[in-house]
């Protein structure tokens, strides 16, 4: 790496560009809430080393006032330079309660998840790993409200009932989606389209899908940077579920599969994906639709996950759209490519 710099913490030497001055070291909570603190460059050794200390009562957390706080330790190797302002570096972090692991970050829920998968019966000397790509969708609104605190979709011009890819609609926000794809091809997240979707002013950026820890590290920061650069722009973004009563809401969709690395090395140019067999009825494999029946038969447990507010709900059975669908599913089902089941 030309004009880097260096700290060595015991046998590891972490590297990252000169022209950093400050870390943003950040976690997600049990609300999906991004928590930081801002460090300069010459205290991220002492970071870590010993961690960032939060009060885990203040944020989303099932903690009380009496307990210790939460060490936020540095993954160095989640660091994104921000595009938009080249002196802060972005870290995703690993919590810490008392010296030990703090089960409750969502962060180590899933390594742990992943953990698990990679020991799962039958797999390879490498173990099986999971892939993901999300879809996020977002809402950009108006920052000079005509109706008070009431939110606005940003683009006025924009009332045709069923707005979904309008290229009109797309080009007048321009500004913002295209310095949003700019920022992703960046950082190498190989951006493939973006289009206006089926409610005023929302939108939807595609990424390539990745290991899911990266994945979900990349959907964190992912939010933060339109809401960033959303406002650079004059307007809000919010990925709330159902931010508009009559406007089809936000959802993110997941794609999910799992590879086997065929040797021990974990070059991922070696590897299966899991879920495909080509001589299968919808090309599912047998491991696919195990996955599949894990999905289904827990599919009302999830829903405290996948739909934790009751903004969550009124997405999924609210009333009829402008366009005349929610685009959301509310049964448990699956089926091919159709877009009222659950899992497709």
């Not at 650079?232 to 590879?259: D, E, L, Y």
Request: aromatic fraction near 12%; charge should be neutral.
């Amino acid at each position: 790496m030309e004009d880097c710099r260096e700290v060595v913490i015991g046998y590891t030497t972490h590297r990252f560009p000169a022209d950093i001055k400050y870390f943003l070291v950040t976690f997600v909570d049990l609300l999906g809430v991004l928590r930081s603190k801002l460090v300069p460059t010459s205290a991220i050794k002492q970071m870590l080393e010993k961690g960032a200390g939060f009060a885990g009562y203040a944020v989303h957390f099932d903690m009380t006032t009496a307990d210790a706080d939460l060490m936020a330790f540095p993954d160095m190797s989640t660091l994104i330079q921000l595009p938009w302002k080249k002196e802060v570096a972005w870290v995703a972090s690993d919590l810490y309660i008392n010296g030990k692991l703090f089960k409750q970050a969502p962060r180590q829920v899933l390594k742990d998840q992943v953990a698990k998968v990679a020991k799962a019966p039958k797999a390879c000397d490498g173990g099986y790993y999971m892939k993901t790509g999300v879809e996020c969708e977002f809402f950009l609104l108006s920052r000079n409200s005509s109706s008070g605190s009431k939110p606005e979709a940003a683009d006025a011009f924009e009332i045709a009932p069923k707005p979904c890819y309008r290229q009109g609609a797309l080009m007048r926000s321009f500004d913002v989606i295209s310095k949003l794809l700019e920022y992703m091809e960046s950082l190498g997240w190989e951006p493939y389209q973006a289009d206006h979707e089926d409610g005023q002013s929302q939108f939807e950026i595609n990424w390539k899908y990745d290991d899911c820890l990266r994945t979900a590290d990349k959907h964190v920061f992912f939010k933060f940077m339109v809401k960033s650069v959303a406002e650079q722009h004059g307007f809000q973004a919010t990925f709330m579920p159902k931010p508009f009563r009559h406007q089809t809401g936000n959802g993110c969709h997941t794609h999910i599969s799992v590879w086997d690395h065929n040797n021990s090395t974990h070059d991922e140019t070696c590897s299966t994906n899991l879920f495909h067999d080509p001589e299968k009825e919808l090309g599912m494999s047998k491991l696919s639709y195990h996955f599949l029946g894990g999905l289904l038969g827990n599919a009302k447990v999830l829903c405290g996950i996948y739909n934790p507010t009751v903004n969550s709900f009124k997405r999924i059975d609210g009333q009829t759209t402008l366009s005349g669908s929610s685009w959301a599913p509310n049964i448990i089902s699956y089926a091919g490519n159709n877009r009222t089941h659950l899992v497709r």
